[in-house]
């Protein structure tokens, strides 16, 4: 089993910061895919941000410049720097890995950007 327990959502101003972390547990194999989705109200789960064993990264368009993703191999980790957020930011932002074809899910965490 893999577990994956995110940390770092909250409440922010536009134009502010956080930082996301998660930290994933169990059967970790050495090749896998790790990022971040989110789902706004009424709306479906999309992808944010991905980044691979080799640190290969992919962005929605919607966050590039604005969004760094990044992991940490030998503890399992993966992060979302997020800077100028936006109201449309908004969501609940979930975890995610990818290993042998198998997709594994945080519980996620909310990010509500309001003033």
């Known amino acids: 089993q893999v577990q994956l327990v995110e940390s770092g959502g909250g409440l922010v101003q536009p134009g502010g910061s956080l930082r996301l972390s998660c930290a994933a547990s169990?059967?970790?194999?050495?090749?896998?895919?790790m990022g971040w989705y989110r789902q706004a109200p009424e709306k479906t789960r999309e992808l944010v941000a991905t980044?691979?064993?080799?640190?290969?990264?992919n962005y929605a368009n919607s966050v590039k410049g604005r969004f760094t993703v990044s992991r940490d191999n030998a503890k399992n980790s993966v992060a979302l720097q997020m800077n100028s957020l936006k109201p449309e930011d908004t969501a609940v932002y979930y975890c995610?890995?990818?290993?042998?074809?198998?997709?594994?899910w945080g519980k996620g965490t909310l990010v509500t950007v309001s003033s």
């Open positions: 169990g059967s970790i194999f050495s090749l896998n895919l």
């Open positions: 980044i691979t064993s080799g640190g290969g990264t």
């Open positions: 995610n890995l990818v290993q042998r074809g198998m997709p594994y």
